[in-house]
């Protein structure tokens, strides 16, 4: 049978080793964030740790099993509704209402997972997709709980009745933290399953259901449990965006979100944890990054479409595959120096566009990180969009750059200088980094595009410079980090 190349059978590592990262992430969110961040931004944050529950489930589901769920934010609207109702109607403590509306989303996460047991790929996903449709058609029926008399807790005409977050957590800054703790909590949860004998049991069962019945596995059972275990996270989420608003809007639960969530976990990532989170960004901070420059955050869905595209084009690992993969071969002293890098030269460019009034310390830094980012993450974008015209465009551009390259590298070599062997490759790269980045800047942030391309082309400049000027002195330190925290898979040539 053929080797699945996109996913290991097994997470390295033990469980409670691959939960440190989790937590010291989300540790420094919570130690700084609300230090840096606006009302505006506490909120939307806070908002953007609720989906990233969601999106995991469909991470779980997609990157373990293979099946595609587009129900899971119904199955949180299922919670929040549950969470609402309690706390209306019997005044229970919060957590206890969060955590029996996420115990109501599991049940009916399993029932919506029996299905599944005989199907699979398409039909799957558009069964799930009808259970999400009939949730948007339920809820927009009855509404959310608010304070209302009978079984639905409905106000039909009067004022809604918010209700209270825990006592821990009254302030803006107090539930970012507390939602960021139940985020590590569901987070780690996940990442135990995946690494323990349900994981394995997933693992085999999405290579093969007749290979895992032939090994004893259940597939009824870790199926079931996966899908219940997914609603239960997905229900969690729901209580806790209750939680933040005090109510929940039947506006809030289309079946559109439940496709996007699917799509944007795809372009995150949904084999590691990291994917969700870039989902949950996506879901939330880009459009509330929109809205707050006074554009209409509707269009990120047009970011949204072309980020998809890249990502199924570069295969199904999404960003925080791409990372995960970059980070494993690359030194530690690599990392260290990089970052101390990317800073400096952010810094520094952020202060000199104030100075001069071509933009905002802001803007420039975040425009300098984003080029950067673009310089390591994707070194061959315009390559690869070569591709759409065809292999043989694609292979024909190819040689004539590297057939242009070699003479240039050459005469480089015989004046003694250590010259990149694609080096036309990499500055058409730069160009068409520049273009494309400043062009975002100017079109959406309504920076100057002059302004914007010169911080792009100055900060990959920059960074190149740094190094060479700094190149004889951080060898030595290198090898100090190298050797203290060595790698095992990094090229150290």
Same mark, same amino acid.
């Given at each position: 049978?053929? *080797?699945?190349?996109?996913?290991?059978d097994t997470p390295p590592g033990t469980p409670l080793q691959r939960m440190f990262p989790i937590w010291i992430v989300l540790a420094i969110a919570i130690v700084i964030g609300p230090a840096l961040l606006s009302a505006y931004w506490l909120n939307s944050f806070t908002t953007m740790a609720c989906l990233t529950i969601v999106a995991s489930t469909v991470a779980l589901l997609y990157g373990?099993?293979?099946?595609?769920?587009?129900?899971?934010?119904?199955?949180?609207? !299922?919670?929040?509704? &549950?969470?609402?109702?309690? #706390?209306?109607?019997?005044?229970? =403590? +919060? /957590? #206890?209402?969060?955590? &029996?509306?996420?115990?109501?989303?599991?049940? !009916?996460?399993?029932? !919506?997972?029996?299905?599944?047991? *005989?199907?699979?790929?398409?039909?799957?996903?558009?069964?799930?997709?009808?259970?999400?449709?009939? $949730?948007?058609?339920?809820?927009?029926?009855?509404?959310? =709980?608010d304070g209302g008399d009978g079984f639905t807790g409905k106000v039909i005409a009067?004022?809604?009745?918010?209700?209270?977050? =825990?006592?821990?957590a009254?302030?803006?800054?107090?539930y970012f933290r507390y939602t960021m703790v139940w985020l590590a909590g569901a987070l780690s949860l996940i990442e135990w399953? *995946?690494?323990?004998?349900?994981?394995?049991?997933?693992?085999?069962?999405?290579?093969? /259901?007749?290979?895992?019945?032939?090994?004893g596995v259940s597939v009824v059972r870790y199926k079931a449990w996966a899908f219940a275990f997914g609603g239960?996270?997905?229900?969690?989420?729901?209580?806790?965006?209750?939680?933040?608003?005090?109510?929940?809007?039947?506006?809030?639960?289309?079946?559109?979100?439940?496709?996007?969530? $699917?799509a944007l976990t795809v372009v995150g990532g949904g084999y590691h944890w990291l994917g969700a989170v870039f989902a949950g960004l996506l879901m939330r901070a880009l459009p509330a990054l929109l809205n707050d420059h006074g554009v209409d955050g509707n269009l990120a869905n047009a970011f949204y479409g072309f980020a998809l595209l890249v990502s199924l084009i570069q295969g199904r690992k999404?960003?925080?595959?791409?990372?995960?993969? $970059?980070?494993? +071969?690359?030194?530690?002293?690599?990392?260290? /120096?990089?970052?101390?890098?990317?800073?400096?030269?952010?810094?520094?460019?952020?202060? &000199?566009?104030?100075?001069?009034?071509?933009?905002? +310390?802001?803007?420039? +830094?975040?425009?300098?990180l984003v080029a950067l980012l673009f310089r390591l993450a994707v070194p061959g974008v315009c390559w690869m969009l070569l591709g759409f015209f065809g292999k043989g465009v694609q292979d024909w551009a190819e040689e004539k750059e590297a057939s242009l390259s070699l003479p240039l590298v050459t005469w480089m070599e015989a004046k003694g200088m250590v010259p990149d062997h694609r080096l036309i490759k990499h500055s058409l790269n730069w160009l068409f980094i520049g273009l494309f980045v400043a062009l975002v800047a100017w079109g959406i942030f309504d920076v100057d595009y002059v302004a914007a391309l010169v911080n792009v082309e100055l900060a990959m400049t920059s960074i190149v410079l740094l190094k060479i000027v700094l190149y004889p002195g951080v060898l030595p330190l290198r090898d100090w980090i190298d050797k203290r925290f060595p790698k095992p898979h990094a090229a150290y040539r």
């Open positions: 049978m053929a *080797r699945d190349r996109d996913k290991p373990q099993l293979g099946m595609v769920s587009l129900a899971q934010f119904a199955l949180c609207g !299922v919670g929040g509704w &549950v969470c609402l109702r309690l #706390v209306h109607g019997f005044a229970l =403590p +919060f /957590e #206890v209402c969060v955590l &029996v509306g996420a115990a109501a989303a599991g049940l !009916v996460g399993l029932f !919506v997972g029996l299905p599944a047991l *005989r199907m699979r790929g398409l039909y799957l996903a558009l069964l799930t997709l009808m259970v999400a449709a009939a $949730f948007q058609v339920v809820v927009n029926v009855i509404g959310f =709980p009067g004022q809604r009745k918010l209700i209270d977050r =825990p006592w821990l009254t302030s803006d800054a107090a399953q *995946r690494a323990t004998m349900p994981g394995r049991a997933w693992a085999l069962i999405r290579k093969s /259901e007749a290979a895992a019945l032939a090994a239960v996270l997905a229900g969690l989420a729901g209580g806790l965006l209750a939680g933040l608003n005090g109510q929940l809007d039947d506006t809030g639960f289309p079946t559109s979100q439940s496709i996007l969530a $699917f999404g960003i925080a595959g791409q990372l995960a993969d $970059f980070y494993k +071969f690359v030194r530690v002293s690599r990392i260290v /120096e990089g970052t101390l890098t990317w800073g400096l030269v952010a810094v520094v460019l952020g202060f &000199v566009f104030r100075i001069t009034g071509w933009n905002t +310390f802001g803007g420039a +830094f975040f425009i300098t």
